[in-house]
């Protein structure tokens, strides 16, 4: 399986904090705030990532991540030049997903919980069909919403609607077939002008073979588009550290426990940061 993070976008809603800078590039807590998307993406044990950005941002993305050869992986980077919705990013990529199946994950969601592993090997075993999530939250009106009938089967999906049919948002981590590529280039433009991840949902939909699997209440879904809601992530992370003494989303530590990287390796990153925390949390780990 092929991974896509989309970290385009201009997020004026952070303006001006990302008037001259990614907002995927910005901290949350102690590390930028990409590194929690690709985090989840090795932990779906997917090794090849494709990063979407703006002519003006994917130099700094190749600076920071590289060719991923020092985390066992490889980046692939391609410019969308403005944001014509999510489901472009499978256009875009049609080269480098090829004949495999695929994920795309926002570069602004942060997934954190017990079992997420489990949760996304069940998600990546897909032959001929897409599965999205569900997530309850309390005002769904920002976000797709996903709407099931009495026995838990999906029987809607809506694009942020004035009146949701139900409280559960679709997080931004998509599992697609390879048909995904086919069905994005033959979808129209939305009212916004844009190419709508919940039009491509529908097409899944509407032959049966869109599954949702539900987030419980013990998890947490972030996402950061707002001062807000940026400062709440970074509480979040800064909390879940201090007190479990576990680091969220270091790149380093999940790589090496899916064996893409050995010991020696992982020290030489660690030494790389030695001079913080980040780094003395990488070398504890041998």
Known sequence: MKGIILAGGSATRLYPLSKSISKQIMPVYDKPMIYYPLSAL?????????????????????????TGENWGMRFDYIIQEKPNGLAQAFVLGEKFIGDQPACLILGDNIFYGQGFSSILAKAKDITDNACIFGYSVKDPRAYGVVEFDALGKVISIEEKPEKPKSSY???????YDNSVVARAKALKPSARGEYEITDLNRTYLDEGKLKVEIFGRGFAWLDTGNSDSLLEASNFVATIQKRQGFYVSCIEEVAWRQG?????QLEKLGKDLNKTDYGKYILSLI
């Open 42 to 66: 090795i932990l779906a044990g997917i090794r090849e990532i494709l990063i979407i950005s703006t002519p003006r941002d994917l130099p700094m993305f190749k600076e920071l991540l590289g």
């Open 169 to 175: 948002a679709i997080p931004g981590l998509y599992f």
């Open 260 to 264: 893409w990287i050995d010991n020696n």
